[in-house]
Each structure stands twice: as C-alpha cells, then as structure tokens.
C-alpha cells in the first residue's frame, strides 16, 4: 500500500525554457494482475497509457523530494486488449482532451534516486462533470525508473522486460462502465518521445503537412538547387512541402477530362514564392531565387 500513495513524474520533462510549446508523450504497457469483473470479463489482458504535456510548463518544487508540473497535462487515454492484441471498447472516449480551464490537469510526483519512483494522480472537471484518472508506475528491482538526472528527468525504457515496473490505474468516466476500480499491471513497455513525427520543430498536433520534406536547401525536380534555404513555416510545412503540393494538385485535377502533361511551372508554382514572402518566411531577394530555379528546373537535363 506504500507505493500506491507515492506519485511518480514518469518523464516530466522539462526540455527548454523556449517560449514555443514542446510536447512530450509517455507511454506504458502492462499484462493486467487483477482488475474489476466488468474488464476481466470482457476478456482485457492488456493495458496502454499514453498522455501528453507541454514541457515548457515550468517545474514547481514544493520539497527537496517533491515536484508537480501544474496545468501541464495535455491528454491522457488508456487502451485495454484481449489476448490476441485486439482493442476492447468500453465506451471511454479515445483520448481524453484537457481543455484550457480544466479545474487541473497536473503532473506531480517524488524522487528517490536510489531506489524507486511513484507517479502521478491525474484529475480534471470539464463541463461540471468529473472525469476522474489516476495512474502510479514503481519499480519492482533495486534499479529506479528514472535515467541519472542531466537536464531534466527521462525515465528508463523497457522493451518486453517482463515485470521490472508495476502500474495501478483508476479511471471513472460519466456513462461507462468506468466509475471506478483499481486495476493492476505488470509493465513491461515504457518509452517517451517528442510528437514530431517528421522532426521539422511543429509538433504533430499543430503541423499541417506530416510528412515534411526537409532537404537543407529547395531543390526542383529533385536534383536542381535553387541556393534557398528550405525553410519550414509555422504550420510545419516546408518550402519544398508548397511546392509538391502543387504538383499533387496539377496531378489531380483533369482538364477536359484528360490529365495535363507538364510542360514548364503551373500557376500554383509560381504563386508559391509570392505567398512565402507575403507570409513573412522568405526574402524578396530569396522569391526572386524560387522563381529563377523553378524556370530554370524546367528545361534544365540532369547531370550524371
């Protein structure tokens, strides 16, 4: 019972004091030990937690030993499986949002660094109604959860290492079967990263092209360098991500019912450079550039 009163920060990390929000995501998985009939029942062998948080949110320490991220939590969802790894609905909404203005939505926890750690009580009131989830991750060997501390606290990865941490989850939610019981885990997954799928500096939640092409300088038919950096504007699309998508667009869109044929820069080519300087994201000097290349890109042969 000692643990279950311990909170762990499972990778609260505070990364950098930039004023542009991070987010970082944890993530766990464990064989369910004992739960309540209802998920037993269902056939749930299996648990997922995953939940973001902004790591720009600054660490507030209460205790030499004691810690709490206030208002940092994003969005926390629990995914349950059976035995072949198929997900079980119990009507829980896949991810839980947490609003701006949420009574809470914190990240706290206690250190020891010579043995254990203990995570964390999620709690937060959206539309007067109480969405309830708490969640604690301990080590069960003499090794912590927690790497060495440098710049900020990064826990430890598991690849399928069969009972090294230990989990206890509660969630209650209005209209589901979840209005409470303690449900146990063996952990034997744990992993974290940044959401930036394509590692362009936009997080995934605020990146409009997910798949970003990032050549350190614009290139035109794939090989013809136009000199201009490739830059990547605030919407996480690069210079060269406005460029294919306008040839996704000639692509796609028939004329007289016959696809066109390229022969030289559409009208959406051209416009591009126009538009990333009316957005402030490249120079006139640098459009004039675009153009160039775009032109020159056209009728130039590649060399061997």
């Known amino acids: 019972m000692a643990n279950k009163s311990k909170l762990l920060l499972l990778g609260a990390a505070f990364l950098s004091l930039s004023a542009t929000a991070q987010d970082l995501s944890g993530e766990f998985t464990g064989d369910i030990s004992s739960a309540p009939g209802f998920v037993t029942d269902a056939g749930a062998t299996s648990v997922t937690v995953n939940f973001t948080y902004d790591t720009t949110v600054p660490l507030n320490q209460s205790s030499p030993d004691y810690f709490t991220y206030v208002g940092a939590l994003k969005s926390v969802s629990y995914e349950f499986f059976d035995a072949q790894g198929q997900p079980i609905d119990f009507g829980l909404p896949s991810l839980f949002q947490i609003p701006t203005g949420a009574t809470t939505g914190n990240l706290a926890g206690s250190f020891d660094y010579g043995a ?50 230990s989990s206890i989850l509660i969630v209650r939610a209005p209209n589901t079967l979840f209005t409470g019981g303690w449900i146990h885990l063996n952990v034997h997954s744990l992993s974290y990263g940044i959401l930036d799928a394509d590692e362009d500096g936009v997080v995934d939640a605020e990146d409009s092209c997910s798949a970003s092409l990032l050549d350190e300088t614009v290139l035109f038919e794939g090989w013809y360098d136009s000199g201009v950096t490739n830059y990547v504007d605030a919407d996480g699309c690069s210079v060269m991500d406005h460029y294919a998508a306008c040839e996704v667009e000639e692509q796609e869109a028939p004329r007289r019912g016959i696809r066109s044929v390229r022969s030289g820069p559409s009208s959406c080519e051209k416009a591009v450079s126009y538009d990333l300087v009316a957005d402030g994201v490249i120079s006139y000097a640098e459009a004039r550039m675009l153009r160039a290349a775009l032109y020159e890109s056209s009728t130039a042969t590649q060399p061997d």
């Open 116 to 165: 254990n750690y203990s995570f964390n009580t999620i709690d937060y009131t959206v539309a007067q109604e109480n969405y309830f989830g708490y969640f604690n991750l301990s080590s069960n060997q003499v090794s912590p959860l927690m790497q060495p501390l440098a710049d900020y606290p990064r826990f430890q990865e598991l690849n399928n290492q069969a009972n090294a941490f």
